[in-house]
């Protein structure tokens, strides 16, 4: 009789089903080895990722911060963030080598979270984008892999030899696709809680019975006989869990929320841009609390954007053209967006997680794709807001101004080992970034 072979399997296996990822035990027909996936203690709150982007820069002269912790000093833009001052970093110096090949707006912004080459001619090509990478890793342990918002709709055009299509997403599942914006605050709702049949309203065993059939049929004698006692041995603690959460006995982190504490908003967009956004934040939020994800992006606009600011009495002139003039009103409108990062800063901070707060356990990243509207991207205005499970020291200015590595995707390998997911690189950097 001819020996049965097996093929080691080069990352380490597990069984899936709908909403559910399920590790095998060892067994001698199938040796694993390494374990891809990040490690989180059930007891501890998960980090969360957040990343916010405002097109076509900052007013020149106030984007700037200085002094630590209590004594940090901020520019007028980042006023609305200063009673969170001290859980903030301000990061001076940070760009995008392959943002300076040529071009404005598309080509400034198609890579600013992939750090990867844009090709030109009208063509689509970036890099899949940090966000990503974490939802791919963190994928099976909340409902969605991630939550990507935005307020204004893509741009099908072409402008410098680069398509708009660049200016309209920071978010890229692959190289060749953006990852569609959510831009109605109804849809969005109905992603995080309308779902037919709930991860937690199926036996874990019910739902890789499939795989794990299959599963059965490549291992030896023996190994079946183990995997029946492994899958026995798991239908035995679901149900004691299941007991002991009737009982309320549970122990262990669990999110704050279970259910939204919003009504879901009305069909359709807002037709006023301050509603819309503030909506969008409610939801971001929302997600992060039910952990529904951990993992969000919120475009606010994009880059060469049209959007008007009627609330603020700035109606006359589109964001794009307004971030050319750097006077009082492309301030106000500098501050409004700042106002929606400290809007989530505050509700975020004011949910206790533990020993921490929602907002210590996040890592909310506020950017754009140049430092002013003179198109110059050199460095790039990068604040972070959050302390990553405690894992970063906020209230501090770090200027990568003249040192060898001041790249974005340094400090995205830097955050992706806070979030759990290390990677020995990521975009055009194997190095993590100095001091975060």
């Given at each position: 009789m001819e020996k049965r072979t097996f093929?080691?399997?080069?990352r380490r296996t597990f069984l899936r089903g709908a909403g559910v990822t399920m590790a095998l035990p060892w067994l001698e027909s199938a040796p694993v080895w390494g374990?891809?996936?990040?490690?989180?203690?059930?007891?501890e709150p998960p980090v969360r990722f957040a990343c916010f982007f405002s097109g076509n820069g900052f007013h020149s002269r106030e984007w700037w911060a200085k002094g630590e912790g209590a004594n940090m000093e901020l520019g007028k833009v980042l006023e609305p963030l200063h009673p969170y001052r001290e859980k903030m970093?301000?990061?001076?110096?940070?760009y995008n080598a392959e943002a300076l090949i040529g071009g404005i707006h598309s080509c400034q912004t198609g890579n600013l979270l992939t750090g990867a080459h844009l090709a030109p001619d009208g063509e689509i090509r970036s890099g899949v984008s940090c966000d990503q990478v974490l939802a791919q890793r963190l994928k099976g342990q909340t409902k969605l892999p991630s939550l990507v918002l935005g307020t204004e709709q893509s741009i099908a055009a072409i402008h410098k030899n680069y398509s708009m299509i660049y200016s309209s997403h920071i978010s890229w599942s692959s190289a060749t696709t953006p990852v569609p914006l959510e831009l109605y605050p109804a849809l969005a709702f109905d992603r995080l809680f309308r779902d037919e049949v709930g991860k937690s309203d199926k036996s874990v065993l019910d739902a890789v019975r499939e795989d794990a059939a299959s599963y059965k049929s490549r291992v030896?004698?023996?190994?079946?006989?183990?995997?029946?006692?492994?899958?026995?041995s798991v239908r035995e603690v679901e149900q004691q869990i299941e007991r002991a959460g009737k009982a309320g006995r549970l122990q262990g982190w669990r999110p704050t929320l279970t259910r939204p504490d919003m009504p879901r908003p009305a069909d359709?967009?807002?037709?006023?841009?301050?509603?819309?956004?503030?909506l969008m934040c409610d939801i971001l939020v929302l997600a992060f609390r039910t952990d529904t994800t951990r993992v969000a992006t919120l475009k606010l606009n994009n880059d060469h954007s049209s959007l008007r600011f009627p609330n603020l009495g700035v109606d006359y002139m589109i964001h794009h053209l307004l971030s050319h003039t750097d006077g009082a009103d492309w301030l106000k409108v500098n501050q409004f967006f700042t106002k929606q990062i400290a809007y989530i800063a505050g509700k975020m901070d004011s949910v206790q997680e533990g020993e921490r707060t929602l907002l210590d356990n996040s890592m909310m990243l506020f950017c754009s794709s140049m430092m002013t509207g003179s198109h110059n991207n050199d460095q790039l205005p990068v604040i972070m807001v959050g302390r990553g499970g405690g894992k970063i020291k906020t209230g501090r200015v770090l200027n990568y101004l003249g040192k060898p590595n001041r790249k974005m995707c340094s400090l995205y390998l830097s955050l992706l080992d806070k979030a759990g997911a290390s990677l020995s690189s990521f975009g055009d950097s194997k190095e993590r970034l100095a001091d975060i």
């Open positions: 093929q080691p399997i080069s374990d891809n996936l990040p490690k989180h203690n059930a007891s970093l301000f990061l001076q110096g940070l030896s004698s023996a190994d079946k006989q183990r995997l029946e006692e492994y899958l026995t359709g967009i807002p037709q006023d841009i301050d509603q819309h956004m503030r």
